[in-house]
């Protein structure tokens, strides 16, 4: 639905400390579960709009915005930052750091966009308490920390977020990318993968680099695997099926002259069909084992570090969605695309208690950042800010609102 013309008044007379409001949180990322700072200032600007908070999986912040009878509407934004040194060369760049869980220290930056979805989230409250003439019903907003560890959206449930909560009927949720600034980009049916996370710690023999003949040597070992899991997808799933399987870390050894004793790697497997999903991961632990009783070392360690579900956006709720975001925005300005191979925890709210969500994406660039050679910088990358902040920040509250409204508008 189109919004009431008042609500773009207050968005464009509030702009500038939109913008304000951004950057200061932007300079402020805080990692994963560690979001002390963040959840004390969403906590302050929802008190300060007279609602009540509730604080759940550590630094999860809640508040339930009453407004009458009405339907109940969840709205879901994450707050945490990545382990990323920033190299925007923005005059509000991060410098924060943080401590990661082995306890190294680490450079902290919202690769990924979240200090918008924090924004966002905090203004679409502000403007439905202030403009309650409008609507009728409750809506739950959801601050969500851990997104990228996946630890966030359980934590929150683990804490009892839906036995003490009123449930909603339907919730939403949004994310900034390196999309045109002004458009949405929204998915009927799955709309991201399922995601699983690995470690590997591959267990030899050491001894001096002089003398391999006394060593297993984990490297090598290490390094066949790797190579061999690059099969998975080309060899061993259809090409009517998405997966894909990256190798993003490798560790061993300490100094040039000794074959290590150990070596570590972590990969990261995307997948859409469950199905699929148990072939990949049954195939890479069988290359795993395989390849360690092929140079005689010992049986290697394999862990599960984390998991995302699927991401599933309702088909009938996603059309809803769409029809009132192009009804705000102009059709032009509406994209419908299939799903997309990055992951999200965001599902585990609706999947938690059967009811069905919205999931869709916000461009941040300007046009001319699509004219030259190379694309806009991409979420976990060091360079990753939208250059057109204002539209940014304006479409995501317009398309927030629309969607909420939709349901709960009068």
Same mark, same amino acid.
């Given at each position: 639905?189109?919004?009431?013309?008042?609500?773009?008044?207050?968005?464009?007379?509030?702009?500038?400390r939109i913008v304000?409001?951004y950057?200061?949180?932007?300079?402020?990322?805080?990692l994963?579960?560690?979001?002390t700072?963040?959840?004390?200032?969403?906590?302050?600007?929802l008190?300060?709009?007279?609602?009540?908070?509730?604080?759940?999986?550590?630094?999860?912040?809640?508040?339930?915005?009453?407004?009458?009878?009405?339907?109940?509407?969840?709205?879901r934004?994450?707050?945490?930052g990545?382990?990323?040194?920033?190299?925007?060369?923005?005059?509000?760049a991060?410098t924060a750091?943080?401590?990661?869980?082995?306890?190294?220290?680490?450079a902290?930056?919202?690769g990924? +966009?979240? /200090?918008?979805?924090?924004?966002?989230?905090?203004?679409?409250?502000?403007? &439905?308490v !202030?403009?309650?003439q409008?609507? #009728?019903?409750?809506?739950?907003?959801?601050?969500?920390?851990?997104?990228?560890?996946?630890a966030g959206?359980?934590?929150?449930?683990?804490?009892?977020?839906?036995?003490?909560?009123?449930?909603p009927?339907?919730?939403?949720?949004q994310h900034?990318?390196?999309?045109?600034?002004?458009h949405?980009?929204?998915?009927?049916g799955?709309?991201?993968?399922?995601?699983?996370?690995?470690?590997?710690?591959?267990?030899?023999?050491?001894?001096?680099?002089s003398?391999?003949e006394?060593?297993?040597?984990?490297?090598v070992l290490g390094?066949?695997m790797?190579?061999?899991?690059?099969?998975?997808?080309?060899?061993?799933?259809? +090409?009517r /099926?998405?997966?894909?399987?990256t190798?993003?870390?490798?560790?061993?050894? &300490?100094? !040039?002259n000794?074959?290590?004793? #150990?070596?570590?790697?972590e990969?990261?497997?995307r997948?859409?069909?469950?199905?699929?999903?148990?072939v990949v991961l049954?195939?890479?632990?069988?290359?795993?084992?395989?390849?360690?009783?092929?140079?005689?070392?010992p049986?290697?360690?394999?862990?599960?570090?984390?998991?995302?579900p699927?991401?599933y956006?309702?088909p009938?709720?996603?059309e809803?969605?769409i029809?009132?975001?192009?009804?705000?925005?102009?059709d032009e300005?509406v994209h419908?695309?299939?799903?997309?191979t990055g992951?999200e925890?965001?599902?585990?709210?609706?999947?938690?208690?059967?009811?069905?969500?919205?999931?869709?994406?916000?461009g941040?660039?300007?046009?001319?950042?699509f004219?030259?050679?190379?694309?806009p910088a991409?979420?976990?990358?060091?360079?990753?800010?939208?250059?057109?902040?204002?539209?940014?920040?304006?479409?995501?509250?317009?398309?927030?609102?629309?969607?909420?409204?939709?349901?709960?508008?009068?």
């Amino acid at each position: 639905m189109s919004l009431h013309p008042t609500l773009r008044e207050s968005i464009s007379a509030d702009l500038d400390r939109i913008v304000a409001d951004y950057k200061d949180f932007h300079r402020t990322p805080e990692l994963s579960m560690q979001e002390t700072r963040t959840a004390a200032e969403i906590d302050a600007r929802l008190t300060d709009l007279g609602l009540t908070t509730h604080t759940y999986g550590g630094t999860g912040v809640v508040a339930v915005i009453e407004n009458g009878k009405g339907p109940v509407i969840g709205y879901r934004a994450d707050i945490d930052g990545l382990p990323i040194a920033e190299d925007t060369g923005l005059d509000y760049a991060s410098t924060a750091e943080g401590i990661l869980p082995g306890g190294e220290t680490t450079a902290v930056m919202h690769g990924c +966009g979240h /200090d918008t979805h924090i924004t966002v989230g905090l203004y679409l409250a502000k403007y &439905l308490v !202030e403009h309650r003439q409008l609507w #009728s019903g409750t809506v739950v907003m959801l601050f969500q920390p851990g997104e990228e560890t996946g630890a966030g959206a359980r934590a929150m449930l683990d804490d009892g977020l839906w036995d003490e909560i009123v449930r909603p009927e339907v919730i939403y949720g949004q994310h900034v990318w390196p999309g045109r600034a002004g458009h949405i980009y929204a998915s009927k049916g799955t709309a991201m993968a399922m995601s699983d996370c690995i470690k590997v710690t591959v267990r030899g023999r050491q001894a001096h680099g002089s003398q391999p003949e006394n060593a297993v040597d984990p490297i090598v070992l290490g390094a066949y695997m790797i190579t061999r899991l690059q099969s998975v997808v080309s060899r061993e799933i259809s +090409g009517r /099926d998405m997966a894909v399987v990256t190798v993003g870390t490798f560790h061993g050894g &300490l100094k !040039e002259n000794i074959i290590p004793d #150990s070596a570590v790697f972590e990969l990261n497997i995307r997948t859409f069909n469950e199905d699929v999903r148990e072939v990949v991961l049954d195939r890479v632990r069988r290359i795993i084992l395989a390849e360690a009783l092929a140079s005689g070392a010992p049986e290697p360690l394999i862990e599960d570090m984390y998991r995302f579900p699927r991401c599933y956006n309702d088909p009938d709720e996603a059309e809803a969605f769409i029809a009132s975001a192009a009804s705000e925005l102009g059709d032009e300005h509406v994209h419908v695309e299939g799903p997309v191979t990055g992951s999200e925890d965001f599902g585990a709210f609706g999947d938690a208690i059967d009811v069905p969500y919205v999931y869709w994406f916000f461009g941040g660039y300007s046009p001319a950042e699509f004219g030259g050679d190379e694309p806009p910088a991409g979420n976990h990358s060091p360079f990753f800010a939208p250059d057109d902040i204002e539209t940014t920040l304006s479409t995501g509250l317009r398309a927030g609102l629309a969607a909420v409204l939709s349901k709960a508008g009068k």
